[in-house]
């Protein structure tokens, strides 16, 4: 069966015009219509975002039945973190402190979905979505932090499962971590003379860093992976979004 995952940093839906759009996150989900949407920076009850249940308002807007959200910041009014959309059934939620010390709080949401039955059983894909930190050493510890977790540890490694978000790897350093030592592959790299580069998609108006990848394993064959070429993509956010499709066997 095909699958089609996409991953976006909405910012808020606070474009770089410094504008709260809703209407142009949905706009842009809407023309990819992807089976899973892994979203960050998802505001809920924020004075900056009209006190808006981001997450709610997306998933009721663009018809996802199934969402989940794991909120990491807390403001003084609202809170935010990231969110999945899914068309098929979630059945198992966590959110994964990746928090180093006193910076600022982080997190990856872990959900389960129910994509197909064979033979009567559930078919499970195990998803992470996640955003982390801007210094390299804080994120070199974070990705420790979610192998190390009960979530992950716990997984068989012949699931299906994706990884994706926003990784704020500039450098691709993460790379080599996520594909030689927790035997991932990378769907949003593209091979160069120089070796593998990720796509870029930040920033959204003259994209020169790969900060957004998806990363999977198990039972999943990469058919195709893309940056959102739409032109509201430009202003409704400072990042891109990437869409992956997948063949499930």
């Known amino acids: 069966m095909r699958l089609s995952c996409l991953t976006y940093n909405i910012h808020r839906a606070i474009g770089v015009d410094r504008r709260f759009r809703p209407d142009r ?34 998933a009721r807007k663009l018809e996802y039945p199934f969402y989940a959200v794991g909120h990491n910041v807390s403001l003084r009014k609202g809170r935010y973190g990231n969110a999945t959309l899914s068309r098929y059934p979630i059945i198992r939620e966590r959110n994964i402190d990746l928090t180093i010390g006193q910076k600022k709080r982080r997190g990856c949401q872990h959900t389960t979905l129910e994509v197909t ?10 998803v992470f979505n996640l955003h982390l930190g801007l210094g390299a050493r804080e994120r070199q510890q974070q990705a420790g932090l979610l192998a190390r977790s009960k979530e992950f540890r716990g997984l068989d490694p012949h699931v299906a499962c994706l990884l994706g ?16 030592g927790l035997e991932f592959h990378c769907a949003t ?45 430009k202003v409704a956010s400072d990042h891109l979004p990437l869409i992956v499709e997948f063949e499930l066997h």
Not at 28 to 57: F, N, T, Y
């Open 25 to 58: 996150i949905v706009n842009i989900l809407a023309d990819h219509d992807a089976d899973i949407v892994l979203l960050q920076e998802v505001d809920e009850g924020a004075p900056r975002s009209w006190k808006m249940d981001l997450a709610r308002e997306l």
């Open 189 to 233: 790299d593209r091979k160069t003379r120089r070796g593998a580069r990720g796509l870029r998609t930040y920033p959204s108006f003259s994209p020169r860093g790969p900060l957004d990848r998806i990363y999977f394993r198990g039972p999943l064959r990469l058919v195709s992976a893309r940056r959102c070429r739409h032109q509201l993509a």
């Open 117 to 126: 039955k064979v033979k009567g059983h559930p078919h499970p894909l195990e």
């Open 165 to 180: 978000g926003d990784f704020n790897d500039w450098r691709s350093m993460l790379r080599a971590y996520f594909v030689e």
